[in-house]
């Protein structure tokens, strides 16, 4: 049984908690915490679940053990476990990973300075390059923006009023969408005064479904929502009706409650067919920033960039300026290539003890010189096009309208919006007037007919394409 002694000092040492937390997060995660017991430097405490037990041991370590030190300075360690229901015996209930780890990490440590990473099991937490930070991110004309959009956020303090909410970054594949919101996460972490959680799409879904499996969906959500910035990585992979309702629901409770929320995808808002009308439109309402195609400039200074990152471990390893500069002009696909052209001729002159020639880059990265891809084009692009085309308004073409001169440039563009652009016919539908996927496909079949008979009318489609590849 504890002493009097031992519960005055506990609930002393709630009090300190309740006022460095606060109220809500005091209520969400410490109301059911108890004291077990304390052993010369040792503090016994439990939580009657794991994910209660991870959520802190991840993100309040500190802040339990400074409590528990302004009552009894000789405290060097907390022991958290997870109590029974039924009995009071605790070790087989924890987690034997958990308990049996060697890092510090599982035990409340006043010696643990690395930031969180969120990479525990409460949420299945995406883990963090430590590459990945602002420091070694190359900015240039393509993602000034971005990136500056991105400091801001890993800047801000907590209380600080949010500038813009949520921050939407997309861009195509290897321009640094990840690099940005890990550099987020690390910045924003490092200061230990907020509490930032990465999380890919996939361990977003992960999480929730894993929760409602255990039973602890709510817990979950409180966790989400407890939180200073949330960063989901890879939005485009977010499916299920469930997954996306808790999403909108985690994403309008974080934004009311002036949290920032930070996302990356591989296309704009708009472009997401699987996501929800309402989270489509809660993205839009934010800051929307592409992040566009690398120029030579910036890969340029990407190469030099990751030449210097790889000297720091092989101090020999010199690249000839012709060499960046001829790599910097071949490979244009993205910013990955340009990594793993180091990294080749990196393995290639240590393995072989042979300096880095042109001769030798040209041969070995070969075949990372891809063929430039075609323009991308957007629904409304070709909507523009057309509608200048046949001088008729864009909102004609949006409107209900049935007359001639309307009804054939309509169909006009969703033929080309069909077979210049990978969106589907329900979403083309959608962006022409919330029109049902029959009409398309009506629309579709009528211009294609018309094409193989009608030159004139063949003439005009291959005209249009031409301004939109262009």
């Known amino acids: 049984m504890m002493t009097t002694p031992e519960q005055d000092r506990w609930s002393r040492v709630k009090g300190r908690l309740r006022t460095s937390v606060g109220e809500d997060v005091y209520t969400s995660w410490f109301a059911r915490m108890d004291l077990e017991g304390v052993q010369e430097e040792s503090v016994r405490l439990s939580v009657p679940t794991r994910f209660l037990k991870s959520w802190i041991q991840a993100h309040y370590a500190e802040r339990v053990l400074s409590c528990w030190q302004a009552e009894m300075p000789e405290v060097h360690r907390i022991d958290l476990t997870v109590r029974s229901a039924v009995r009071p015996i605790v070790q087989k209930e924890a987690p034997a990973p958990v308990e049996t780890r060697r890092a510090p990490a599982p035990e409340l440590r006043s010696t643990a300075t690395a930031p969180v990473s969120a990479n525990h099991d409460a949420l299945g937490g995406s883990p963090l390059d430590p590459r990945l930070t602002f420091a070694s991110f190359v900015v240039g004309r393509s993602n000034t923006l971005a990136h500056a959009a991105a400091r801001q956020v890993a800047e801000g303090r907590r209380g600080d009023p949010v500038m813009f909410n949520p921050l939407y970054i997309h ?40 929760a409602l499996k255990t039973q602890t969906a709510l817990a979950f959500k409180e966790a989400l929502r407890g939180i200073d910035v949330l960063v989901i990585d890879d939005l485009q992979f977010l499916q299920g009706k469930s997954t996306q309702a808790e999403f909108c629901h985690t994403l309008n409770a974080l934004i009311d409650a002036g949290r920032q929320v930070v996302i990356a995808a591989d296309r704009p808002p708009s472009d997401l067919e699987s996501l929800d009308d309402r989270v489509r ?14 120029g030579e400039e910036l890969r340029h200074g990407i190469l030099k ?25 071949a490979i244009t696909h993205n910013g990955r290539d340009l990594e793993g052209a180091i990294n080749r001729l990196l393995a290639h002159s240590k393995l072989n003890s042979r300096p880095v020639t042109l001769e030798m880059a040209e041969h070995e990265v070969r075949d990372l010189i891809r063929p430039q891809e075609p ?21 004609d073409l949006l409107s209900s309208r049935r007359t001639a001169n309307v009804v054939r440039p309509r169909q006009v563009a969703m033929y080309l919006a069909k077979t210049l652009t990978l969106r589907s016919l329900p979403e083309i539908g959608r962006r022409f007037g919330g029109r049902d996927h029959t009409t398309v496909l009506h629309a579709v079949r009528k211009i294609e007919a018309l094409v193989s008979k009608d030159t004139a009318l063949s003439e ?11």
Do not use: C
């Open 171 to 210: 861009a195509g594949v290897g321009l640094g969408k990840t690099h940005l919101l890990q550099a987020v996460t690390w910045a924003g972490n490092s200061g230990n005064e907020r509490k930032v959680l990465y999380l890919t799409a996939e361990k977003f879904m992960y999480g929730f479904v894993a």
């Open 281 to 294: 439109s809660r993205l839009a309402g934010g800051l929307v920033v592409e992040m566009g195609s690398l």
């Open 305 to 329: 960039s990751r030449v210097a990152a790889a000297r720091a471990h092989h101090a020999t390893f010199e690249v000839p300026e012709e060499v960046l500069t001829y790599l910097a002009r």
């Open 375 to 395: 323009k991308r084009i957007k629904i409304e692009d070709i909507q523009r096009v057309v509608a200048r085309q046949y001088n008729v308004s864009r909102s």
């Open 460 to 470: 005009e489609v291959e005209s249009l394409k031409r301004q939109l590849q262009e």
